[in-house]
């Protein structure tokens, strides 16, 4: 995904950073530094276990987001396949992000909200 860094944060390595679909803020993991106004293409890794049902909840529009809410970062979109071991995917854009989940299932094909506490951000090279 296309993220432009809007300002650094707080913590170390910490940005905040604008995509088409909102406003979001993760910890870079690239090995050449960015800062405001960087333009980069990254994937996103969702480092946190994720509880269905509380950390993944039904989303009340069927549209693609990303925003800030207090110290989570909510990521809107499609969920595409829970696997047997938990691994997840979730359909952002034209994004997929991974992630680990446990708890009562959920309707694949749905569109749901994963609010977590961090993202972190890898540079990817397409």
């Not at 909840?57 to 549209?63: D, I, T």
């Not at 499609?78 to 047997?84: D, K, P």
């Not at 359909?91 to 977590?116: H, N, Q, W, Y």
């Amino acid at each position: 995904m296309k993220i432009t860094i809007t300002k650094r944060g707080i913590r170390k390595d910490e940005v905040e950073f604008v995509t088409p679909y909102g406003e979001g803020r993760g910890i870079w993991c690239g090995s050449a530094p960015i800062g405001p106004g960087d333009e980069v293409q990254v994937e996103f890794e969702l480092v946190q276990l994720l509880m269905r049902w509380i950390d993944i909840l039904p989303s009340e529009s069927s549209g693609y987001s990303i925003r800030l809410e207090q110290d989570r970062v909510v990521l809107s979109g499609r969920l595409e396949n829970i696997e047997e071991d938990g691994t997840a995917f979730l359909k952002l854009g034209d994004s997929l992000i991974m992630f680990e989940c446990l708890g009562e299932p959920m309707a694949l094909g749905t569109f749901v909200e994963v609010r977590t506490f961090e993202i972190r951000l890898y540079p990817s090279n397409y």
